[in-house]
């Protein structure tokens, strides 16, 4: 993550979007009275939503914790994908 502040930023502009778009960084802009502004890709935004979105809910939590631990212990198990009809 790159800190930087808000003259330099609005000095490089290009370079910091390139930073965020081409090598996925994130850019924190820090402004006056702390009120920070934090710059990311749209990748790593809608990736962090996922995230939230995922982990929001208890039963997914507990389901992805389960899957885990079947994986780790050896007793996921393989399958050919089928389609049904009409697909």
């Not at 930073?19 to 890709?41: G, I, P, Y």
Request: aromatic residues 6%; glycine residues 4%.
């Amino acid at each position: 993550m790159t800190a930087i502040g808000y003259a330099c930023f609005r000095d490089n502009l290009e370079l910091f979007m390139d930073k965020v778009s081409d090598e996925c960084e994130t850019v924190t802009v820090a402004m006056e009275n702390n009120k920070n502004v934090v710059v990311l890709s749209e990748e790593s935004y809608n990736n962090l939503m996922e995230n939230l979105h995922v982990l929001g809910s208890e039963a997914n939590y507990d389901w992805l914790l389960e899957s885990r631990k079947q994986l780790e212990e050896g007793s996921a198990s393989t399958h050919e994908l089928t389609r049904e009809r009409g697909e």
